[in-house]
């Protein structure tokens, strides 16, 4: 993939290594608030992957300045061109080290203990889990809290499925993405 730069490191604790992949494209306006909830996670044993797939705004510079101004440990990855979200994702899952994975795009935001609180549940849970989920809020661009959840919005059943869910998957993806956490194997 066409990159401007790629600047990696890693931070560490005693929980098990997440991989936190950030992906942009025309975000400038919320990538802060989006990295700053990412940065701000109670769980600390985490690695971040940005992606910029080729923003025509100002998000790379934006993404550069705040790495810069908080040291913060991350793979920066910033398209020459734009290759598009799936080819995006590949790339960056190409750099993934955790035993967990965990998605957001950079117009998205989390709560401090997203991360923690997930795994817990996964380390509470046999092998045979591959994604723990939850629900989340939804918002207009002016930050304004939307009546329906994520899954109200998009899942058309009465019960919100548990465990075997892939059928229901099929029937259409009601998971927001950026709540989930995926283990890795999986």
């Known amino acids: 993939m066409p990159a401007d730069d790629v600047i990696e490191m890693k931070m560490s604790s005693q929980r098990p290594l997440v991989s936190i992949i950030a992906v942009c494209y ?4 919320f990538a802060i608030e989006c990295l700053e909830s990412i940065r701000s996670q109670s769980h600390t044993n985490s690695e971040l992957i940005i992606v910029d797939d080729c923003s025509s705004d100002e998000s790379v510079s934006i ?4 790495i810069s101004r908080f040291s913060v440990s991350c793979t920066f990855i910033a398209h ?27 117009d998205d935001t989390w709560e401090p203990d997203k991360i923690e609180r997930q795994i817990t549940l996964m380390l509470g849970s046999t092998e045979q ?9 939804q918002m207009d661009e002016s930050g304004v809290r939307l009546p329906q959840t ?3 919005a998009h ?17 259409g ?10 283990r890795r194997q999986a």
């Open 26 to 29: 025309n975000h400038a306006r």
């Open 63 to 66: 993404i550069r300045n705040w």
């Open 80 to 106: 020459t061109e734009n290759v598009g979200v799936v080819r995006t994702l590949n790339e960056a899952l190409s750099h993934v080290n955790g035993e967990y994975i965990s998605i957001i795009a950079t």
């Open 129 to 137: 889990v591959a994604v723990v989920y939850s629900d989340s809020a």
């Open 150 to 152: 994520f899954i109200e």
């Open 155 to 171: 899942y058309k059943g009465n019960t919100i499925p548990s465990g075997h869910i892939f059928s229901a998957l099929v029937d």
């Open 173 to 182: 993806c009601f998971l927001p993405a950026m709540a989930t956490l995926i």
